[in-house]
Structures are given as structure tokens and as C-alpha cells.
């Protein structure tokens, strides 16, 4: 397994290309329509916040993802938001409606693995070229589900006993970071591998000698984003947000 470095828009395209940005900002974009299935999504989410979220994330996907495609791909016409097609496909259950996403460029035949996690009023994506798998999450430092006391309760069914033991050696507050890193670890790693949490496996491990096989398979990469990493547009991450990205290239 290696890390990664830098925002990940050099020359070359290295990927993971990623992005970060407050849901609030969505509301600059209203004119961004969104497409008649995911308005009906929508309507599945409770109004206010929940539905309010969802809509807003689905707007910002877009915007961040014209934003990293027009910077990182050789010379072309613009990229507008509005052009992007989004879908999903479960390889479980073959439904469209969830599962896996993707990015489409209509019309330039070009496809992208994206995936995208909303915590704490903020959006973060990943991009990769081709068919790579690709998953990434945010953890809220600030969540009660890691302090203390309440993350002792999240340890007991969402940690391995070998990253218990670990955790259990770190003195508070460091010992309330590693959950967050880690929980978002275990989603990053969740998403690439196209299971999701409710997989067969259940909750991967990210540490120790059960680790997930993805962890250890070729070519592995995964990048830590510690809170104020810039990504690759030049925006900081709140000082409250840790993250995670993992990427395994296709050969």
C-alpha cells in the first residue's frame, strides 16, 4: 500500500484528482437542473435539511468535477456542469437507482470513477480516469460518535479487536482522531471495493493482520487528508474534517 502526496493535478494526470466544498455553496449554481430521476430521489429524503442536502450535493458533484476536468485534461472546449451525466449501477442487485457512480462526458466518449461522501455541511469528491476503482469519505472530528464515551460505543461493532487494541493505547484526544481517520478509512475502502458497508464482509478492517484485501492488493493507493489539506482546485478542508481516499488503478 503507498501514500500519495500533493493535490494530484500535475502534469501527467496522476490521479486521484479530489475537490472539497461547503454544500452551502450549491445555492450559486440554482440554475444547474438536476435530472428527473434524481429529483425523484430527492423526494424520498425528509424535507429540510436531509432533502436540502441531497440536492445540494448532487449540484456540487457536477460543479466540482467540471472544475477538475477543466484543468486536468489536455486543451478542449469547456466543460460545463450541466453536461455531466451521473449514474449508478449496483453490481449486487443490477439496479441503476444505487450503487457505484460514474461520469460520463457526452458526446467525447470519455468516462470517469467517481465517488463522493457528505459530512458536516461539506462535499467531497474524487475522480479517476477509465474504470479504476476509486472511494473516498469525510469523518467530523467533532462528531460525538468518536469522543469519548460515545466512540467507546462505535468501537464495539465498527472495529476490528486488533484496531481496538490499538486504540486503546493512545491517550484522548489522539485516540478520538484515529476513530475518525479510520472510520473514514473503512468507507473510502467500502466504496472502492463496491461492497458498502452492508457487504458480505461487513465493516473492513483497516489495520492490522485481517486488514481488507484491497489494502493489500496491487498498486494500492491511499491518501490521507488531514484537516486544511488543500486539494486540487486550491481549497482547504475546515479545520474539523479528516478524509480518505483510496485508489487502486486499473493495469
Known amino acids: 500500500m503507498h501514500g500519495l502526496s500533493g493535490t494530484g493535478l500535475e502534469p501527467g ?39 436540502e442536502d441531497f440536492v445540494a450535493g448532487r449540484i456540487l458533484v457536477r460543479v466540482l468535477a467540471a472544475g477538475l476536468l477543466n484543468r486536468a485534461l489536455p ?78 460505543m462505535l468501537e464495539d461493532y465498527a472495529y476490528a479487536p486488533e484496531e481496538r487494541a490499538q486504540l486503546e493505547l493512545l491517550p484522548e484526544p489522539e485516540r478520538q482522531r484515529l476513530r475518525a481517520r479510520w472510520w473514514a478509512l473503512k468507507e473510502a475502502v467500502a466504496k472502492a471495493g463496491g461492497e458498502g458497508l452492508a457487504g458480505e464482509g461487513g465493516i473492513p478492517a483497516v489495520a492490522g493482520k485481517n486488514r481488507h484485501p484491497l489494502l493489500g492488493s496491487p498498486g494500492i493507493r491511499v491518501l490521507d487528508l488531514e484537516p486544511e489539506s488543500i486539494d486540487s482546485l486550491g481549497t482547504m478542508l475546515p479545520a474539523h474534517l479528516v478524509g480518505s481516499i483510496v485508489w487502486a488503478p486499473t493495469a
Not at 466544498?21 to 424520498?44: F, N, Q, V
Request: aromatic share 8%.
Open 13 to 51: 494526470f496522476p490521479a486521484p484528482w479530489w475537490a472539497a466544498a461547503p454544500l452551502a455553496e450549491a445555492a450559486t449554481h440554482a440554475d444547474l437542473p438536476l435530472r428527473a430521476s434524481e429529483l425523484k430521489r430527492a423526494g424520498g429524503y425528509l424535507e429540510g435539511r436531509p432533502r
Open 75 to 152: 486543451p478542449r472546449r469547456r466543460i460545463l456542469p450541466g453536461e455531466l451525466e451521473l449514474t449508478q449501477y449496483c453490481p449486487q442487485c443490477a439496479s441503476t437507482a444505487h450503487g457505484t457512480p460514474s461520469l460520463g462526458l457526452p458526446g467525447a466518449g470519455d468516462s470517469f470513477t467517481l465517488s463522493y461522501a457528505r459530512t458536516a455541511g461539506w462535499l467531497l469528491l474524487g475522480l479517476a480516469p477509465g474504470t479504476d476503482r476509486l472511494g473516498v469519505d469525510l469523518a467530523d472530528l467533532d462528531d460525538r460518535a468518536f469522543a469519548p464515551g460515545d466512540g467507546g
